[in-house]
């Protein structure tokens, strides 16, 4: 059971598009929820300048991450998944972002 919960976020990470990995990053590096064994202000910094980078709208705006359904339910599924798993997620996003 528990891996499936890894396998299905992992599918759906794989799914999404790089502004979607860098939104989803920035989300659970910035976020306290997140049990991240990682130095969570680096990675935000360094997701944070690669989106508004590639996204004008995440550099003029505020954005709304609630119109990201996707993001925003695979942060969910995060939330009520053990820290371990939520490390193993974390691990697979971060290094599925290639720029």
């Known amino acids: 059971m528990e ?6 976020l992992i599918n759906m990470i794989d799914k999404m598009d790089l502004k979607d990995k860098l939104r989803l990053a920035i989300c659970m590096s ?3 929820w997140s049990g991240l064994k990682f130095n969570t202000k680096e990675n935000y910094e360094k997701f944070d300048g690669i989106l ?13 991450m609630a119109k990201y359904f996707n993001v925003m339910f695979a ?9 371990e798993q ?4 974390a691990l ?7 720029c």
């Not at 697979?92 to 290639?98: G, R």
């Open 75 to 83: 942060e969910a599924k995060l939330m009520e998944s053990p820290v």
């Open 3 to 8: 891996n499936e919960n890894v396998t299905d």
């Open 92 to 98: 697979y996003l971060f290094n599925s972002i290639k």
């Open 86 to 89: 939520q490390n193993q997620v």
């Open 52 to 64: 508004k980078s590639i996204d004008e709208e995440y550099r003029t705006t505020n954005t709304n």
């Open 30 to 32: 910035q976020d306290k």
